[in-house]
């Protein structure tokens, strides 16, 4: 018997020394895996390979040797022999954490607003008790005292009316803030060519993979991470483009891109060249824009020379005269 072969006829691999079904190169499955099939450790970028002790992350899905991610081997053992078990890598800890920071907020503040939305429902049931009891005492009055008691009552009903809405502008706000929470983290790109892809995952990978080459080679920003990307609204019968929401990591990543839009002006891929950058705004947000713009416009038209919008106001540079 080959000094390679043990016990139920498997022989050692020439690449890791392990006991396995071979292939005629002598090289165990592992082995003889293409190096372009096997996944890239996120942090030294090389490949991960079955006996290089790999840990893929629950969060973002990528893989890491061990000893990049400072993992132990002893926890490293536990994990494997755990069934259901969840890892985590740094970046994901991290943002994971951050995460809570913002939850924790915006609990504190959700909470804040229901107290005094309590507190005006609370005065709206007292003032529709009072009412009640106005028009119970109204029945047992003479025609004289009705006439002054309704006007009184009519006085109450109105300020009921400003309670509710009071009460209106608390929930509007309430539903604002929240709007611009989940916003702060998005930015929206237009005229990015869609994918003619059948499959709708096939459609979002090729998404991805236009964004990561609009951020890393044109705009020049190096850190970020694409948690999710969506088209807006349906495809359209004139095939033209729908923009794309991204959402980022964090807010700090959507202002690096932000403030790196201005590389776009040394594109020169024609395609890249067209595509446009903007924050993702609220339904309010939108609305005030568009009220500046047309401010803008009038004030051109009228020959008012030297405004600009920054920031969603006007402002005008000093020194600038009009023509007329």
């Known amino acids: 018997m080959d000094a390679r072969t043990r016990q139920g006829g498997k022989k050692k691999c020439r690449e890791c020394n392990q006991f396995e079904d071979l292939d005629e190169d002598m090289r ?5 895996t293409p190096e372009d099939k096997l996944e890239e450790c996120r942090t030294c970028k090389k490949k991960v390979r079955e006996i290089d002790n790999g840990i893929k992350c629950d969060g973002c899905k990528t893989w890491n040797h061990i000893g990049c991610e400072k993992v132990g081997k002893n926890y490293y053992k536990a994990l494997k022999e755990e069934d259901g078990a969840t890892w985590f ?34 005065n709206t049931e007292n003032i529709n008790e009072r009412v009640n009891n106005i028009e119970d005492r109204l029945n047992k009055q003479d025609e004289d005292t009705v006439e002054k008691t309704t006007s009184k009552v009519l006085e109450r009903i109105e300020q009921v009316e400003i309670v509710q809405k009071s009460v209106e502008v608390v929930l509007q706000r309430l539903e604002e803030k929240q709007q611009r929470e989940k916003c702060k983290k998005n930015i929206v790109l237009y005229n990015v060519p869609e994918s003619k892809q059948q499959r709708l995952q096939e459609k979002t990978d090729e998404d991805i ?3 990561r080459d609009l951020f890393e080679n044109s705009l020049k920003v190096k850190q970020f991470k694409i948690e999710r990307v969506l088209r807006l609204g349906r495809p359209r019968e004139d095939e033209r483009n729908r923009p794309i929401l991204v959402q980022l990591r964090d807010e700090n990543e959507r202002w690096s891109i932000i403030n790196n839009a201005r590389n776009m002006k040394y594109e020169t891929d024609p395609e890249k060249k067209k595509i446009g950058i903007s924050k993702d ?6 609305d005030a824009e568009k009220r500046v713009r047309e401010e803008l416009r009038e004030k051109r038209r009228n020959g008012e020379q030297g405004w600009y919008v920054k920031n969603g106001t006007l402002h005008r540079t000093q020194g600038t005269r009009n023509r007329y």
């Open 89 to 122: 890598c740094k970046a994901c800890k991290q943002t994971i954490l951050s995460s809570f920071g913002e939850l924790r907020k915006l609990r504190n503040d959700n909470k804040q607003m229901r107290e005094e939305l309590q507190k005006v429902t609370s």
């Open 281 to 286: 705004l609220t339904k309010e947000e939108r």
């Open 209 to 211: 993979l236009k964004c």
């Open 28 to 32: 165990c499955t592992t082995c003889a």
